[in-house]
Each structure stands twice: as structure tokens, then as C-alpha cells.
């Protein structure tokens, strides 16, 4: 049997950004040790540190990774704010919101341990990926309230409690997923979005 082909550098580094987003999300930053980071990823505790320096650093190293992908996902979003198509807007960004919290739930569970922890990197989290998300929406619905077409109310306002109210039920469905059945996504943002343009619409219009 041929031996298992060696990694390089690259390599070996992000197969362990990719361990340790697991182990962090199990045990959180302050409950994780180098030694156990070590241990799931297969090298010494000296490999470790060849990598990272630290562990903040390899945590930083799991944010930079998976940020690579918000550009793509901030240009869906901004490709709406030229237009007036509010459902297809608020419907594309329910989908994305359940999309990650469908699709990456380790990754969710680590950004909660470092918010619960007030690890210094949640806060880079917040700079890198949600700023620029939430920044997008508020652009757009700014736009439509000067055109008024929504409510005057504070963009920010509005835009968070859309967010928050397709995140929470993305959040439930992944800490509970047994409580209640699951619903087609489709049929759940559709739903969603339905309730909350009611509310926003201006309809003095």
C-alpha cells in the first residue's frame, strides 16, 4: 500500500482552519486547548504553532476563510438596490439568511460561543461579514423610503427586524430541529416576507 501523499504547507494549514472550526464550535474559544486543537488535526503541538502563532490567530484564520465567500453573496444582494422589486429583494435575502444557517451550522455555533464569551473576535466577525450585509439592506430600503414607498422609520430598524425574525427561525430550526416539523423553506420566507412588507408598505401611496 502506497503511503498517504504528504501536504503541503497550504495545505496542512487549512486542513487545520477546517479542524479547528470544528473543535472551536464544540468547546468554544476559552474552553479549547492547543493540545486538543492539535490531537483533531493530527499534528504535534510544535506543527501548531509552525502555522499559527496563536490561538486567536487561528481563530482570525477561520473568519478570513470564510469570508472569502461575502463578496459573492454582498453582489446578489446589491444587485437589487437599483430596482423596486421589494418581494424579490426581502425574498433573496430570507433565502441567504436560512441558507447559512442551514448550511454551516458549526460555523454558527462558533460565532455564538465568541459572542457569549465576548471574544474580541466577534467583533471582526461583525466588521468583515455582517457590516457590509446589513449595509447593503439599508442602502436598499433608504431608496424606498425615499421613494415612498416604505414607512419613514429608521432603515437600520427595519432592516434588522427582517433579519432577526428569519434568523431566529433559522436558529430554532437548528437548535431544535425535532420540536416541530420542518416547513418547506420556500413556503417559510414567502410567508415571511408577505408579513413584513404588509407592515412597512406605505400605504398612502
Request: proline share 2%; hydrophobic share 40%; glycine share 4%.
Given at each position: 500500500m502506497s503511503a498517504a501523499p504528504k501536504l503541503t504547507a497550504l495545505e496542512r494549514r487549512a486542513a487545520i482552519v477546517e479542524?479547528?472550526?470544528?473543535?472551536f464550535s464544540e468547546k468554544g474559544f476559552r474552553g479549547t486547548t492547543t493540545r486538543e486543537l492539535?490531537?483533531?488535526?493530527?499534528?504535534?503541538?510544535?506543527?501548531l504553532y509552525q502555522h499559527f502563532a496563536t490561538?486567536?490567530?487561528?481563530?482570525?484564520?477561520?473568519?478570513?476563510?470564510?469570508?472569502n465567500?461575502?463578496?459573492?453573496?454582498?453582489?446578489?444582494?446589491?444587485?437589487?438596490?437599483?430596482?423596486?422589486?421589494?418581494?424579490g429583494f426581502f425574498t433573496h435575502l430570507g433565502h441567504l439568511i436560512l441558507r447559512f444557517h442551514e448550511e454551516d451550522p458549526a460555523y454558527l455555533r462558533l460565532l455564538l460561543f465568541s459572542g457569549?464569551?465576548?471574544?474580541?473576535?466577534?467583533?471582526?466577525?461583525?466588521?468583515?461579514?455582517?457590516?457590509?450585509?446589513?449595509?447593503?439592506?439599508?442602502?436598499?430600503?433608504?431608496r424606498r423610503i425615499e421613494?415612498?414607498?416604505?414607512?419613514?422609520?429608521?432603515?437600520a430598524f427595519i432592516a434588522n427586524s427582517f433579519m432577526g425574525m428569519v434568523a431566529h427561525y433559522g436558529m430554532e430550526r437548528m437548535l431544535h430541529p425535532c420540536h416541530e416539523p420542518a416547513l418547506d423553506r420556500n413556503a417559510v420566507v414567502e410567508g415571511m416576507v408577505s408579513i413584513f412588507l404588509r407592515g412597512i408598505h406605505n400605504d398612502t401611496q
Open positions: 479542524t479547528a472550526l470544528k473543535v492539535a490531537a483533531a488535526a493530527g499534528v504535534s503541538e510544535p506543527v490561538k486567536s490567530d487561528l481563530y482570525a484564520a477561520i473568519i478570513d476563510r470564510k469570508s465567500g461575502v463578496a459573492k453573496v454582498l453582489a446578489e444582494v446589491e444587485s437589487f438596490l437599483e430596482t423596486r422589486d421589494d418581494y457569549l464569551e465576548r471574544h474580541e473576535l466577534s467583533d471582526l466577525f461583525h466588521e468583515r461579514q455582517a457590516c457590509g450585509f446589513e449595509q447593503a439592506v439599508v442602502r436598499y430600503i433608504e421613494q415612498n414607498a416604505f414607512r419613514s422609520m429608521n432603515p
